[in-house]
C-alpha cells in the first residue's frame, strides 16, 4: 500500500497527528514505566517473559520508543513509505487505521451475567472452533466504549472471566483493531498490565492471536513490548490485513464480525483489489462432489453413501472408543494441521482413513469436531436454536419433557440417530474422566457450540447456553434418547 493510498484512508478516521500520537504514547510509556512497578518480580518459574534486567530493557525500550515514534510521525505525514509486511506461516502483515464507536448490540441475558457492566458492549465474543479444532475468541475494539463510560479495571477483569472458561483447552484469539480511537483506547499503562496478569496460565494453551487490520499504532506498540514478550510468544501473533485472509484458518461464517469492521474492509478491498485466495471453480467442485463429508448438507452424506452415521463420523467414533477413552486432554488439543487436511481430503474423496497408521488419537478427535461444525445446517438444526436457548427459563421437570418433545416432533429422524449415536460415546468419554480429565462439563464446553448454532452470530450467553445444553444430554442421556 502507498503512502498517499494510507493517508487517503486515515484522513477518514478519527485519529490523532503523528506528533499528537508520538507525544501521548511516549507520555503514556513514561509513567507506565515508571520505578518499574508493572513489571515487579513473580514467583512463577515459567512466566513467559524474561524478567531478569527488565530495568536495563525498559530503559533500552524508551531509547528505542523515541526513534520509533519520530519514525513513526515522518510515515503519517509522507516523509516515509508505508512498511510492508511479510507473509508468515499463518497470516500476512499490512495496514490501515481506526474509525468511530460501534453501537453495541442488545445481548440475551446479560442480566445474568456478573459482569453485565461490560458484558453489555459485547467486546469479546465466542465463535466456535477453528479449521484445527481450537475455540476461538472475538475481541473488538470498535465496541469499547468511550474511556470516560468503562471502568478498565472492570473490563480486565472481565477478559479473565471469560478466558478462564476455555483456558484449558487449546484456543486462539481474533482481534479487530479497527475502532480504536483516541476516546476509547485505554491507557498503555493498562495494556502493559494486561499482559502481565495473563501469564502462563492464559497463554500456554493460546495457539495463535489474529491481530487484523493492524495499523501503525499496533506494531508500535508491538515494539514497545519487545522487550518483554517472549520469542514463544511471539511467534503467536499473527497479521491479517484482509479477512478473507482469515479463511484459511477459521470458519469465517461463523465468525462475530462487527459491521463497522466488514465495511472498513470493504472499503480497503476496493481500494487494494487483492487477488482473492478462493475460486468460484472450486467452490462448485465442492459442492458437486458426490463423496464430500465435509462443508455439505447431513442429507446429503446420507443419501450419497446410503448409509445411517456418516462415514467419517463412524469411523471416528468407533477408533477413538478402542483407543483414546483414558488419553488425557481428549478432545481438548489441537492436532497437525497438515495432517488434519490431508484426512479430511481423504474423506472427501471417499477414502476409509486407517488411524492407526496415523498414530495420533487427537487427529481423529479433532476430525469429529471438525466435521459437526463443517455441517451447513448443525445436527440440532437452525430451527431448535432458539427453543434450546430458551430452555434455562423452564423448570427442570418441564425441561425434560420439552426436550423429549424437541427430539420426537421437530428434530428430524436422522439427526436424531446421529445425535444420539455421539451423545452415547460422549457419555461412554465422561465415565473416563479420573483419567482422560474430560468429564461431562468439559465435553459440553468443546461441543455444544458444534452440535448447535444460529444462522447469524451467536454471544458470550447464548454459548453458555449452548454448553449447559450439551452437559444435560450426556447428564441424561437415558431420559433423553428413549426412541
Not at 127 to 133: E, I, K, L, R
Not at 178 to 187: A, E, R
Not at 198 to 224: C, E, G, M, Q, S
Not at 388 to 411: G, Y
Request: net charge negative.
Amino acid at each position: 500500500m502507498s503512502s498517499t493510498d494510507e493517508q487517503g484512508l486515515q484522513a477518514k478516521t478519527d485519529t490523532p497527528s503523528g506528533e499528537e500520537l508520538t507525544s501521548e504514547l511516549l507520555a503514556e510509556f513514561h509513567e507506565a514505566n515508571r520505578d518499574n512497578e508493572l513489571f515487579a518480580s513473580t514467583e512463577d518459574p515459567e512466566f513467559e517473559f524474561d524478567e531478569s534486567g527488565l530495568q536495563l530493557a525498559s530503559k533500552e525500550a524508551e531509547l528505542d520508543l523515541e526513534a520509533e515514534l519520530e519514525d513513526l510521525a515522518r510515515e503519517q505525514a509522507g516523509e516515509i513509505a508505508f512498511r510492508s509486511g511479510a507473509i508468515t506461516p499463518e497470516g500476512l502483515i499490512e495496514d490501515d487505521f481506526e474509525k468511530e464507536l460501534g453501537t453495541p448490540s442488545d445481548a440475551e441475558d446479560n442480566d445474568e451475567s456478573e459482569f453485565r457492566d461490560v458484558a453489555q458492549y459485547r467486546i469479546l465474543e465466542v465463535a466456535g472452533d477453528d479449521t484445527y479444532g481450537r475455540k476461538v475468541i472475538v475481541a473488538s475494539a470498535c465496541r469499547l466504549p468511550p474511556s470516560s463510560q468503562i471502568n478498565h479495571e472492570r473490563l480486565m477483569e472481565y477478559l479473565k472471566y471469560t478466558l478462564d472458561q476455555y483456558v484449558e483447552n487449546d484456543y486462539v484469539i481474533v482481534y479487530f483493531h479497527y475502532g480504536l480511537t483516541s476516546k476509547n483506547k485505554p491507557k498503555l499503562g493498562w495494556m502493559l498490565q494486561m499482559y502481565r496478569e495473563l501469564d502462563r496460565k492464559y497463554k500456554k494453551n493460546l495457539k495463535a492471536l489474529y491481530l487484523v487490520h493492524p495499523t501503525n499504532f499496533i506494531k508500535l506498540l508491538l515494539n514497545i513490548f519487545k522487550p518483554f514478550i517472549s520469542a514463544k510468544f511471539g511467534r503467536k501473533i499473527m497479521y491479517v490485513d484482509y479477512l478473507h485472509k482469515l479463511k484459511e484458518h477459521l470458519h469465517f461464517d461463523q465468525l462475530v464480525v462487527p459491521s463497522l469492521v466488514l465495511e472498513h474492509d470493504a472499503k480497503i478491498l476496493s481500494a487494494q483489489k487483492p487477488s482473492y485466495p478462493y475460486s468460484s471453480d472450486e467452490s462448485e467442485a465442492a459442492v458437486h462432489n458426490p463423496k464430500q463429508q465435509f462443508g455439505v448438507k447431513l442429507q446429503q452424506i446420507l443419501q450419497n453413501y446410503k448409509c445411517v452415521i456418516p462415514p467419517v463420523v463412524e469411523i471416528c467414533v468407533e477408533f477413538l472408543r478402542k483407543n483414546a477413552l483414558d488419553v488425557e486432554g481428549i478432545f481438548r488439543r489441537s492436532a497437525n494441521a497438515s495432517v488434519l487436511k490431508d484426512v479430511q481430503k481423504r474423506f472427501n474423496q471417499g477414502e476409509t482413513v486407517d488411524f492407526d497408521e496415523i498414530n495420533d488419537v487427537h487427529i481423529p478427535a479433532v476430525t469429529m469436531k471438525t466435521f459437526l461444525r463443517d455441517l451447513q445446517e448443525p445436527i440440532l438444526t437452525f430451527d431448535l436454536y432458539q427453543p434450546v436457548v430458551r430452555l434455562h427459563t423452564l423448570e427442570e421437570d418441564r425441561q425434560l419433557i420439552e426436550v423429549q418433545r424437541l427430539f420426537r416432533e421437530e428434530l428430524p429422524k436422522e439427526n436424531y440417530i446421529i445425535l444420539k449415536y455421539i451423545i452415547h460415546f460422549l457419555t461412554q468419554v465422561s465415565q473416563y474422566s479420573d483419567s482422560n480429565k474430560m468429564n461431562t462439563v468439559n465435553l459440553a464446553i468443546v461441543f455444544g457450540p458444534n452440535l448447535l448454532w444460529p444462522k447469524g452470530q451467536a454471544n458470550l450467553s447464548t454459548i453458555g447456553h449452548l454448553n449447559s445444553f450439551a452437559a444435560y444430554l450426556i447428564d441424561n442421556y437415558t431420559q433423553l434418547f428413549v426412541r
